[in-house]
């Protein structure tokens, strides 16, 4: 049974930073792509960052470039999202999820889905 467990969220004021983890297990997850997705009060879930499995293509919604990073770490199944230069709109429940083959953009192309970690940027 595939588990994706998000963690680090909380409360931060604008400008500040705060690093997301999320472990994966129940399977092996080569070839698998990890991605970040987010959910404001209201908003459709979209897409922050993906990243391959080797980690070396990465993608970003324009919202979040140049503030976001996106890593993984594939001896541990984590995947991790530091997010600096935080705003108040990027306050949501941020996501974790994996799919096979490479990142991609729409929330239907995912296999599996964490339960979410609450982002709150106080301004």
């Known amino acids: 049974q595939v588990q994706l467990v998000e963690s680090g969220g909380g409360l931060v004021q604008a400008g500040g930073s705060l690093r997301l983890s999320c472990a994966a297990s129940?399977?092996?997850?080569?070839?698998?792509?990890m991605a970040w997705f987010r959910q404001a009060p209201g908003k459709e879930r979209e897409f922050v960052a993906g990243?391959?499995?080797?980690?070396?293509?990465?993608y970003y919604a324009d919202s979040v470039k140049g503030r976001f990073t996106i890593s993984r770490d594939n001896a541990k199944n984590t995947v991790y999202l530091q997010m600096d230069s935080l705003k108040p709109e990027d306050t949501a429940v941020y996501y974790c999820?994996?799919?096979?083959?490479?990142?991609?953009?729409?929330?239907?192309?995912?296999?599996?889905w964490g339960q979410g970690t609450q982002v709150t940027v106080s301004s």
């Open positions: 990243v391959t499995w080797s980690g070396g293509d990465t």
């Open positions: 999820a994996v799919r096979k083959g490479t990142w991609a953009t729409p929330k239907t192309y995912y296999d599996y």
């Open positions: 129940g399977r092996t997850f080569s070839s698998y792509a």
